[in-house]
DNA sequence: GTGAAAGCGCTAACAT
DNA sequence: ATGTTAGCGCTTTCAC
C-alpha cells in the first residue's frame, strides 16, 4: 500500500507538496498539482485517514447515533446522513444504542468515538442531562434529527403543523370520535416528538369543543406490532371511534391491521391517517402527512460539514416541509 | 482531553507501561496495572484511534457494505454486527453502495476504507469479478452475510432447505398451484439468493410432478411493494395459483396486500408462506421460515475478529439455523 | 517488570 | 511555488 513518498519520490517533489496538491490546498503550481495527482491515481495512493486525522486533528468522520436502526425514518435518515457525508468524503460511523441496557451512559465517555468522530449526528433521541453535558464536553459540531433537544441544533417537522394536517383532514371529513395511537416514554425514543403529537392531538380536538378522553390515546411504542395491539384495545370497546390518528405510518399499519382482524371497513367503518409516507403506504393505500427523512439527514451531515469547515452556524433549528397525502384509508364517517 | 503521557505522569510509570496495562499485556505487575487504570479512569482516558492505528497497524473499526438499510434483513443484520464489534471495542462504518448510480466501481479504491477498516462485512451482495478482485488485494479479512459469494467467506442460511420447508408445507397441505414472487437481477443486489430460491422452488414442484410454468414467477424485487404488484398480476389471471411460496416475508406482505384488494380470502382461497420470520409477520398471522440475520451479523463480525486476532479460519461457510413456523395464511386449498 | 527511543504516515509551520 | 522540520499520540522493539 503506497505512501506520500511513493507519490513524492515518483514526482519528485516533496512530500509536503503531494500533500497540498491532493488537497486541493494553493500554491501549487497547476503543472505539479496535475503530476502529482496522476501518480496518485496511478500508484492507487489514498491518504491514510489515522496518519491524516492524527497530525491535522481532523478524521473525516462523524459519528450517526441511532437508537434503533429498525425503523424507516432510522434507515432514511441514515442513508441521506451517509450520503451526503460520503459526497465529502467523510465517513459515517454507526453508534447503537443498545437502548436499556445500560450501554447508554458509557457512550461518550468509553467509546472510540469520543476521538474518532469530528461530529456527532443523533437521531430521534432524548438525550438525559448527563448525556447532553457530555456531549457538550466533547466540543464537538452536534445535530439531531428528528427532535427538539434543548441546546443542540436540530432538523426535522413541525410536528404541531403535520398533527394539523392530518387532524384538520380527519375533522373536515366529519369525524368527532378520533383516537391517538402515538408512542411514549420508550427508553432512549424521543419522547418530545410523541408528546408533542399528542399534545395536538389533543388540542386540535378541544379547539373544536371535541373530547379527547385519556382512553382514546394508546401508546404505540412507534413499533408496528405494539400498536396493532393498541388499536385492537381501543376498537375493541363500546364507543368506537370513527377515525384513528397515528403517531406514524408503521403505527398506521398495525391501525389497520387490527381493523382488518375485527372486520371493519376501511374506511367506512374507521378512518386511519398516519405521518411519514413510509415506502409502504401507498400499497396500503394510507392517508398521510408525508416528511423526507432522507433530507433531513443530508441536511443534518451539511449542517456538521458546514460547521466543520467553519461556516458559522445557521439557524439553531431547521424544519423540512411537510404535506397531506389523501389515499383512501380516509373518508367521511360512516 | 487527556493523553497517556498524562496517565503516566500521574502513575510515575512509562507511556509504554501504561499502554500494556490498559491493553491487558503481559509483564506488567498486578499492582502496576491496577494503579493505571484507575488512573485512566479518573482522567477520562481513552487512547486515540488515530494514534494507536498508525502505529500498530490496526484500526479498531471494521467496514459494513450495504446496497440498501431499507430491509428487514440489513438493518438486523447491521444491527447484530455493530452489537458484536463494540463488544470488543471495534467501531462498525457504514458503506452504502448507491447501487446503479455507479458508486460501486469506485469503492473500494476511492473510499477512505481502504486505510480505515481492519475488515469489511459485506451484505447479500454479488461482487463484481473486478470488486471481488479489488477486494482481495486490499487483503483484508472479508466475510460475506446473506448469501454464497465464491471466494468470501460467508455466513448465511441453507437456501435450500429453507425453500424445502416452505415448499413441502404447502404441499403437504395439498396445494398443485403454488406461484414464487421471488427476486431476481435487481443491480447490486445478491441474485445468488434469489435464484437459489426460484430454483428450488421449480425443483419441489417438480419432484413431484408438478407443472413449474414461466408465468408462475414474478420478481418482487425483495421490495413490499413490487411484489404487490407482481401478485396483482399473478392472482388477477386465470387458473389462479392456490398458494403462494414469497422469496422473503416483505414480498409476501406485498402478496397477503393484493389478496385483499382482489376480495381474496386467506387462507381459503390463497395460501402464503413468505422467508424470514420479520417482526411484522405475526401480525401478519403469516406462516414462514424463520431465519436470525442479527445473530448472522453477529456471527460475522466474530469471524473477521478472529481473523484479525490470528485465529485460523474456520469453514469458510457458515450456516445459520432456519424453521417452519406455522401461522394464519396457510391452509388447504380451497 | 519496566523504560528509552524509534518510528507509524501524515500535516503544518516555517523557510526559502 | 516548493522544501524542511517538527511533531500528532500512540505502539513496539530493544535494553535493562
Redesign the interface.
Known amino acids: 500500500?503506497s505512501s506520500i513518498h511513493d507519490v513524492a519520490r515518483r514526482c519528485g517533489v516533496s512530500t509536503a507538496t503531494v500533500s497540498r496538491a491532493l488537497r486541493g490546498l494553493p500554491n501549487v503550481s497547476p503543472r505539479t498539482r496535475q503530476l502529482v495527482q496522476s501518480a496518485a491515481a496511478e500508484l492507487?495512493y489514498?491518504?491514510?485517514?489515522?496518519?491524516a486525522?492524527?497530525s491535522s486533528g481532523r478524521?473525516?468522520?462523524v459519528a450517526?447515533v441511532v437508537p434503533?436502526?429498525?425503523r424507516?425514518f432510522?434507515?432514511?435518515v441514515?442513508?441521506g446522513a451517509?450520503?451526503a457525508l460520503?459526497a465529502e468524503?467523510y465517513?459515517?460511523?454507526?453508534?447503537?444504542l443498545?437502548v436499556g441496557q445500560n450501554g447508554r451512559e458509557r457512550l461518550f465517555?468509553?467509546?472510540?468515538?469520543?476521538?474518532?468522530a469530528d461530529a456527532v449526528i443523533a437521531l430521534g433521541i432524548d438525550f438525559t442531562p448527563d448525556e447532553r453535558r457530555e456531549l457538550r464536553s466533547l466540543a464537538l459540531p452536534a445535530v439531531v434529527v428528528g427532535g427538539p433537544v434543548a441546546g443542540v441544533r436540530t432538523v426535522g417537522i413541525d410536528d404541531v403543523a403535520a398533527v394539523r394536517l392530518a387532524m384538520g383532514h380527519l375533522l373536515a371529513l366529519g369525524h368527532t370520535r378520533i383516537a391517538h395511537v402515538g408512542g411514549e416514554d420508550e427508553w432512549g425514543m424521543d419522547l418530545t416528538v410523541a408528546l408533542l403529537r399528542r399534545r395536538e392531538w389533543r388540542a386540535a380536538l378541544e379547539r373544536r369543543g371535541l373530547p379527547a378522553p385519556d382512553d382514546r390515546f394508546r401508546s404505540g411504542g412507534f413499533l408496528?406490532?405494539m400498536a396493532?395491539r393498541a388499536a385492537l384495545a381501543l376498537l375493541g370497546g363500546t364507543e368506537r371511534p370513527t377515525a384513528v390518528f397515528a403517531g406514524s405510518d408503521e403505527m398506521a399499519?398495525?391501525v389497520l391491521?387490527a381493523a382488518?382482524d375485527l372486520g371493519l371497513r376501511v374506511p367506512e367503518d374507521l378512518s386511519v391517517v398516519g405521518i411519514d409516507d413510509h415506502?409502504?403506504s401507498?400499497?396500503?393505500d394510507l392517508t398521510t402527512v408525508r416528511q423526507d427523512p432522507e433530507a433531513q439527514g443530508g441536511a443534518a451531515a451539511r449542517m456538521v460539514l458546514d460547521e466543520l469547515s467553519g461556516v458559522p452556524a445557521q439557524a439553531p433549528m431547521q424544519r423540512s416541509p411537510v404535506s397531506l397525502v389523501v389515499r383512501g384509508t380516509t373518508g367521511p364517517p360512516g
Chains 1, 2 share one sequence.
Open positions: 500500500m492507487g489514498v491518504a491514510s485517514p489515522a496518519a486525522g492524527l478524521n473525516r468522520a450517526i434503533s436502526m429498525a424507516w432510522t434507515t432514511e441514515v442513508e451517509d450520503r460520503r468524503g465517513d459515517a460511523f454507526l453508534v447503537g443498545e465517555t468509553d467509546s472510540l468515538l469520543r476521538k474518532r408496528m406490532p396493532k399499519f398495525g391491521l382488518r415506502a409502504w401507498a400499497s396500503f
